[in-house]
Structures are given as C-alpha cells and as structure tokens.
C-alpha cells in the first residue's frame, strides 16, 4: 500500500448495468468493457467473488465520490483504509 493511499475503491462488477456514468465522470479510474459492456476500473484487482479493488489517493478521492454517488445501481463503493469505514 502506498502511503499517499487514503481509500480504496470497491466495485461489484457482477451487477453492474452498464450504464457508463462512471467512465463519463472519472475518465482516468474507469473504462466501459468491450466483451460485456460493465464498467472496469483501470488497473485494479479482481477478487474471486468479481468485486474489483484498487487504492486511491486523497486527490483522487472526490472523482471517484462523484462516480459512486451517480451509480444508479450503487455498485461503487469507497472504503477509507485504517479504519475499513465504507463511505459510499
């Protein structure tokens, strides 16, 4: 973990509609799939459960609030990392 690392997102890819809010607002996190058309978050980890993780930064933070909160399906979660707190 890198110490400019504050949060981590948490996407559940699974159930994720494909609607491309995210990838709109927060081009430089996330893209739209071409095999399926969900969304993916640029060089993070997939779980076995197909929730994909990565770390981000404090500056990196209010992009990625910005594409939670316009989920409409709320498949994008940001969890503050120390205290595991999920915000969104």
Known sequence: MSQDSKYRIR????NCIGCSACASI???FWEM???DGKSDVI???MGEDGLEEMEISEED???NLDAAEA???NVIHLI????????I
């Open 26 to 28: 927060a081009p430089k």
């Open 61 to 63: 933070f209010q992009c």
């Open 43 to 45: 060089d993070s980890k």
């Open 11 to 14: 996407h559940d890819r699974p």
């Open 80 to 87: 503050q990392i120390g205290d595991n707190k999920q915000i």
């Open 33 to 35: 799939s071409d095999l």
């Open 71 to 73: 989920c409409p399906v």
